[in-house]
Each structure stands twice: as C-alpha cells, then as structure tokens.
C-alpha cells in the first residue's frame, strides 16, 4: 500500500493533483484544474479518464474491468510494453507486457505555466522483470492535463547493448455508439487484418466498424479524428514516435468471451492505439532512448 500522505506532501499541488485511494484500493492521482479533469493509477501508470470541462468523458472504461494488482484495467490507455499483443516466442508470457500491470512509482509532478498540470511516474527494471524480459530499464510516464491530454512514454536503456521492443498506448475512447463513428486519416493506408489471418489490404475512406476490427495500419504518422456525428464531436489523436497505428473494436462474439468486457459496451467504444507494432520494431541502443507520445484534444463538428 503506498502512503497516500507521504505522497501528497512531496507531490501533491494544492487545488490541482492529490492522491487518494480509488477503485479496489488502488492509488490513484487525481487532476483537476482549469482545463479538465484526470484521473491516473498507479498500478500500470494507467491513465483512467480524462474529461475537459463542460464535455463527456473521452476515455471509456468498462464496468467489469478488474482493479486488483497484477491484473490489467480494461479501458483507458494501458500501456503494452514491452512487447505489444502477443510474446513473439513465448505465449505462455503475459499479453501486452508486463508494464500496465506492475506498480509504478511516482517520479515528480509540476504545475506548468500555463494551467496545466504535469505528473511524472517511473518504472525500473526488477528480478521479476527480468525474469520475463532479461534487459535493464527505465521507463518514465508523462501525463499532461490541460487544453489537450498529452501521454509521454519515454523509454531508457542503461545497459551496455541495445535492445529492441514494440509498445503500444492502447487508448479507448469513449462514442455515443460505434454506429455513428466513422475514423478519419488512415484513407488509402496498408494495414494487417488480424480478425482475417494477418492478410495485408488497403483502406478504401474512412474507417466505419460493422463487425470485429483488428486493423494494424502500417506506415503512418497520420493525425487520426473519431468522428461522432451523435455527440457532434471529434477527436483528434495525434502521435510522435509510432509508424503505425492500431483501430479495435471487439464486436459481439469477442466481447461475450471476456469476462472484463461487458456483452453489448462495445458500442460505446474503440480504440485508436499509438503503436510501434508488426514490422514497426523499435531498437534502443545502449545509453539511449525513444519516446512514444500520443496528443488527444476534442474538436466540435
């Protein structure tokens, strides 16, 4: 259990960030300032919800979803590090990673300049880590609240070799119904189908979700809009560090076969992921980094 005293004496910002305990006893930090308001848990460093005032809610989490250490949260932006989906040599190692459900400590928080606020949380590579993934690390996770939620994954490798990993901020976002949504930005880009055996098509105008998606569009550093003619919003996803993108949506088969999913929410979902997946591998040479940013702002139609 981490001191939620002892945190918010050396981070918390009166008025603007406090920690408190929150669903199943996790801890999560608070944000609310001029701007919009966030939550963040520390289990994961998972990004649980963000809302800009006098809007709805942007992210979608599920009412099932499972908030108990060493489980992963379904909904918000989990974080798949690192590897994204499945291991590629192991599959009785854990889906997406062990970062979104390992405890993060919290590294620094700021009030900035210009009302928005700033948290900082960090991950160190462990005995348990390295059991799974024999590398030294550190990740560090900005999130920062203000006119737009801005979500930094900054990767570090202390160790003397490279080494190389896909990641994911793999953000659900919260839609009237799925039947109102078209996706914009991805129009004539290559993807992988993974619903139908990897097979490699081209997308031919805007994404609209009729049945599973599990697209992996290669190639692209393209601004995404989610386009919700229903609530007469967009939102934008823009992205730094990723060469693909990733739309999902689970459909109805899928979503009765997990139990933190509800039978029918995924018509009030989809995930628009800022990836580095498939092809897309990312090699950190000793020393060095690589930075994976996702940028969510609400437009009006």
């Known amino acids: 259990m981490t001191d939620l005293a002892t945190l918010n004496t050396q981070f918390g910002i009166d008025q603007q960030l406090v920690f408190t305990s929150g669903v199943g006893d996790l801890t999560v930090a608070e944000i609310s300032n001029s701007y919009a308001q966030a939550v963040i848990a520390l289990h994961g460093a998972h990004v649980l919800s963000f809302q800009p005032h006098g809007q709805r809610p942007v992210l979608w989490l599920s009412e099932h979803s499972q908030f108990k250490i060493g489980k992963a949260i379904r909904g918000g932006i989990p974080i ?10 192991d599959p009785t ?30 991950l160190h590579d462990s005995a348990e880590t390295q059991a799974l993934w024999p590398h030294p690390f ?48 991805l129009e004539n880009v290559a993807y992988l189908d993974k619903v139908d055996h990897d097979g490699r098509k081209m997308q031919q105008g805007p994404i609209t ?17 989610i386009v919700d003619s229903s609530w007469q919003r967009r939102i934008r996803v823009a992205k730094q560090g990723s060469q693909t993108t990733v739309v999902w949506n689970p ?41 994976l940013q996702t940028s969510i702002t609400v437009e009006p139609i």
């Not at 062990?98 to 700021?110: D, H």
């Not at 979700?209 to 809009?225: F, G, K, R, V």
């Not at 897309?280 to 980094?289: E, M, Q, W």
């Open 138 to 185: 550190r990740l560090e996770l900005v999130v920062t609240v203000g006119p737009a939620l801005q979500v930094d994954l900054n990767i570090y490798n202390p160790g003397d070799g490279p080494f190389v990993c896909t990641d994911a901020l793999h953000t659900y976002f919260g839609v009237s119904d799925i039947a109102n949504v078209t996706i914009r930005g």
């Open 251 to 291: 459909w109805i088969e899928k979503s009765q076969r997990m139990t933190d999913f509800g039978d029918e929410e995924y018509h009030g979902m989809v995930c628009v992921e800022t990836t580095n997946a498939a092809d897309d591998v990312v090699t950190v040479p000793a020393r060095g980094s690589h930075r």
């Open 209 to 225: 979700i009729t049945a599973e998606t599990d697209h992996i569009y290669l190639d692209t550093t393209a601004d995404c809009l």
């Open 80 to 89: 798949c590090w690192p590897w994204f989906a499945a291991h590629p040599s």
């Open 93 to 122: 190692k854990p889906s997406h990673g062990f970062a979104r459900t390992t405890l993060w400590a919290v590294a620094g928080s700021e009030a900035l300049a210009d009302g928005s606020t700033q948290l900082r949380l960090e």
